[in-house]
């Protein structure tokens, strides 16, 4: 039969430019979140996690933003540079917990 | 520092033979997740030891799959005849047990003929 994947939404971005990658979670009980970059052939890395009692985190370079009210998250990476190209997933937990649900990735591309 | 290891990097098999993944965690870590990757369902996680001991397996396919945590520094998951369907990337992870964030490894591809 055919093989049916799962699509990923994809963003397409010229270098240098800010990326915004969303994600909405579902349960309302999460209080912690955490964004990986995951390059092809490779297994997720961190990259900057939020607590629910905080709206807004900074990096370097990358911000995550919490909104609690419609249960979204956000990750936004100034001057976008071809070493970004990734797929990015959003995970989140409840309760300090070890067990984090992680969401279904974005993919990004950096255009040059 | 060393992160987390696993091995093989690749593994490829044919129907019906025994698999079996190793993962080091990442020292003084007390969590370690196995997680299985494929296009169609995404990042799976299969099980998860908390010092050493299984604590939850509920993402466990079927009896032909198990894991085990001898000791704090290394963990085995096994497949048991495999499966075409088994193919997949297999990822493994370590964290503090006092903190969420999860280190993955770089995965073992595995590819059952």
């Known amino acids: 039969g055919e093989n049916v994947g799962l699509h990923l939404p994809t963003l397409s971005v010229q270098e240098g430019d800010n990326s915004i990658i969303n994600c909405a979670y579902s349960?309302?009980?999460?209080?912690?979140f955490i964004w990986y970059k995951q390059e092809s052939g490779k297994g997720p890395q961190f990259i900057i996690d939020?607590?629910?009692?905080?709206d807004k985190r900074q990096g370097q370079r990358v911000t995550v933003l919490l909104n609690k009210t419609v249960k979204h998250l956000s990750l936004q990476i100034a001057a976008t540079q071809p070493g970004d190209s990734a797929v990015y997933f959003c995970a989140e937990t409840t309760g300090g917990g070890n067990k984090l649900t992680f969401g279904t990735g974005t993919q990004l591309k950096v255009e040059l | 520092d060393a992160g987390v290891i696993q091995s093989p990097r690749h593994e490829v098999t044919e129907m019906g033979q025994e698999v079996t993944l190793r993962c080091k965690p990442i020292s003084g870590h007390n969590s370690l997740f196995w997680y299985r990757q494929t296009m169609m369902r995404g990042l799976e996680l299969l099980i998860y030891f908390n010092n050493n001991v299984p604590i939850d397996d509920s993402g466990m396919p079927e009896d032909r799959f198990s894991a085990k945590m001898p000791n704090a520094s290394f963990s085995t998951l096994k497949i048991q005849p495999s499966e075409p369907r088994d193919s997949a990337v297999y990822f493994c992870?370590?964290?503090?047990?006092?903190?969420?964030?999860?280190?993955f490894g770089p995965g073992t591809r595995l590819l059952v003929l």
């Open positions: 992870a370590s964290g503090r047990g006092d903190q969420e964030t999860q280190y």
């Open positions: 349960n309302s009980a999460s209080d912690y």
């Open positions: 939020i607590r629910s009692n905080m």
